[in-house]
């Protein structure tokens, strides 16, 4: 059987194409499961016309619901392309709004895992990229309104050791509540004692680590384990801080650098601009940077967010405790607070960044 395995044009600049949090992980499994049964597989990013290529199967993945219409501009060009081929979706969008997803025109909607693949490695030789993605776990312990996780993968699996998956000295974990695997100290433990041709692997997560699971020996095997820029998540009120302030001191107590530390907040969310502001303003006091994720519900079908204009609520997903202006304001705070934490400046200026970006290159030249 011939496979088609399609990234739609999502709105993902080219130099962030395979950058770790958009990677198509599910398609590289896919590629390895079709090779596997010995079907020829080709993978496209896009909507492309393949030469002297007529698939059998043309298989589309999709990411967040309001890129929907990126899945839906595939379907109709490759059913149009292809008239006899089975397009199926799958992915994020495909899960969540399954019913949605088939008015798309697509021939099958897969929804959540396919089980069938998940023992499978990427084929990473398809795509150009110096890391690799593990999951340690699937689903979630929690069921945060803001998260679809626990929709996605309802049950919680987990795994004891991922030694024998290494084929990177770069590690992602693509967990969805890290420290939620009852094993997770043991594989810290093997990451610590890894090398991959002859030299230590690196680590870090794509998503937030729920502190409320860490602990100094955690925070102490994390940093043995040289994970890297971990990002604690504070998702409530600005009454949590005393609690994060004693996980930002576990990660400081085992050795991480204040500036080197994360704060992974929603904005545009149950707490209102005021609010937020307090919790940025004390994560400055804490000497710590903030990874910021503008809130957009689970069902939201567009998203067309211009930091450039004034918008309305027709244009992108407004919280009834947010205002446009507000939503931007915050996000130019993070931006310009992470700058002088990163930099150790004691204000912001254009210029000031300017030159803090160009002595960052130059380091980078240094350590190659």
């Given amino acids: 059987m011939k496979v088609l395995l399609v990234e739609p044009n999502f709105p993902i600049p080219s130099k962030s194409k395979n950058h770790r949090d958009f990677l198509p992980i599910g398609l590289l499994k896919l590629a390895s499961y079709h090779r596997f049964r010995g079907d020829q597989v080709k993978l496209v990013r896009g909507n492309e016309r393949i030469r002297n290529f007529y698939p059998n199967q043309i298989k589309i993945t999709s990411l967040f619901t309001y890129w929907s219409n990126c899945v839906w501009d595939s379907v109709n ?203 940025l303003r004390q994560c400055k006091r804490w000497d710590v940077q903030i990874a910021d994720c503008r809130y957009r519900p689970l069902d939201q079908i567009y998203d067309h967010y211009n930091p450039r204009s004034k918008q309305t609520k027709d244009d992108y997903f407004i919280h009834s405790k947010w205002t446009d202006r507000q939503i931007k304001l915050f996000r130019k705070k993070v931006r310009e607070q992470n700058i002088m934490i990163r930099h150790g400046f004691d204000s912001y200026s254009r210029d000031l960044e300017n030159w803090g970006g160009q002595q960052r290159r130059k380091e980078k030249l240094l350590s190659k």
Avoid at 263 to 273: G, K, L, R, S, T
């Fill in 77 to 279: 060009f490759y059913k149009g392309t292809y008239p006899n081929s089975k397009v199926i979706v799958g992915g994020i969008y495909a899960s969540l709004m399954p019913e949605h997803c088939k008015q798309s025109g697509c021939d099958e909607v897969h929804i959540g895992i396919d089980n069938r693949v998940e023992k499978f490695k990427p084929a990473y030789d398809l795509v150009k990229v110096d890391y690799q993605i593990v999951h340690t776990s699937r689903g979630c312990t929690r069921k945060c309104k803001f998260c679809g996780t626990w929709k996605l993968e309802p049950e919680f699996t987990s795994k004891k050791s991922i030694k024998d998956e290494i084929c990177s000295n770069r590690v992602i974990f693509y967990d969805n509540n890290l420290l939620a695997n009852p094993y997770m100290k043991d594989i810290l433990k093997e990451l610590r004692n890894t090398t991959y041709k002859g030299r230590v692997v690196y680590s870090e997560s794509q998503c937030g680590i729920d502190g409320r699971l860490l602990t100094p020996e955690i925070a102490k095997l994390l940093k043995q384990a040289r994970f890297l820029n971990p990002r604690i998540a504070w998702d409530h009120g600005y009454k949590q801080r005393s609690m994060l302030k004693k996980q930002l001191d576990m990660l400081v107590d085992a050795g991480y650098p204040s500036n080197d530390i994360y704060i992974f907040m929603i904005y545009n969310f149950e707490q209102d601009y005021y609010e937020m502001l307090k919790k």
